[in-house]
């Protein structure tokens, strides 16, 4: 099993659904991230959490909201969706113990908003 | 924040050595240099990190100027599997990771 896993792994939706992006991880990391990836583009960080009382905004939050559930887990959602929110969306993990700059990426979550 | 620049794009043949540079003027004292690697719709893959001078591990080498306002990724001998797009990050205390467009290589036979 992966040890950062995303569900769904593919959603088509319609404009104005909520839909929400979950993300569990086994790896014991405090610190979880959410990006997307636009076709042809990087990574652009949406949101990111240290430990479960902190949450932060990244590059580009607007239009989205997260939970952070528990240490293992955290969630994305899309409160009224849209269609430039098509796109690839990962969720990533990192570890606090050590002075690394090593995320731990999921599988990927294709969000299609038609 | 320190801002990245990367070559969009780079072609090389099996067999080559690669060296993708990456500037970043602005880089502070506590910032540390990290490279990914990522395939068609997967997540980044960590390559490898470094401070200053040269760091090896078994897949590249990272070297860093004494002014560490740029860094270079070396990939030895290159082979098909090593088309990817590779990003350059600079990290403060580990805090964000921010990807830029990265550099997309193209390894032809």
């Known amino acids: 099993d992966a040890d950062v896993t995303q569900t769904p792994r593919n959603r088509i939706t319609k404009t104005g659904k909520r839909i929400m992006l979950e993300c569990s991880q086994t790896?014991?990391?405090?610190?979880m991230y959410w990006y997307r990836q636009d076709p042809g583009l990087g990574l652009r960080l949406i949101y990111y959490?240290?430990?479960?009382?902190?949450?932060n905004k990244g590059e580009i939050s607007d239009g989205y909201s997260v939970s952070r559930q528990a240490q293992a887990k955290f969630s994305l959602s899309l409160e009224s969706a849209i269609p430039n929110q098509t796109a690839l969306y990962f969720c990533?993990?990192?570890?606090?113990?050590?002075?690394?700059?090593?995320?731990?990426f999921g599988e990927g979550s294709r969000l299609t908003v038609l | 924040l320190a801002k990245t620049t990367q070559p969009i794009s780079m072609d090389s043949y099996e067999g080559q050595e690669v060296n993708i540079t990456c500037s970043h003027n602005n880089i502070a004292t506590n910032d540390y240099i990290t490279w990914y690697q990522q395939f068609p719709s997967q997540g980044p893959r960590f390559i490898i990190q470094g401070y200053k001078t040269k760091v090896t591990n078994e897949v590249a080498s990272l070297f860093i100027p004494a002014d560490r306002k740029s860094s270079t990724l070396s990939l030895p001998r290159v082979s098909l599997s090593d088309t990817a797009v590779y990003y350059c990050l600079v990290l403060y205390n580990f805090n964000k990771f921010y990807f830029g467009s990265g550099t997309k290589l193209n390894v032809k036979p």
């Open positions: 959490s240290f430990d479960v009382k902190d949450i």
């Open positions: 990533a993990t990192s570890d606090t113990t050590g002075r690394t700059g090593e995320l731990f």
């Open positions: 790896k014991g990391h405090d610190r």
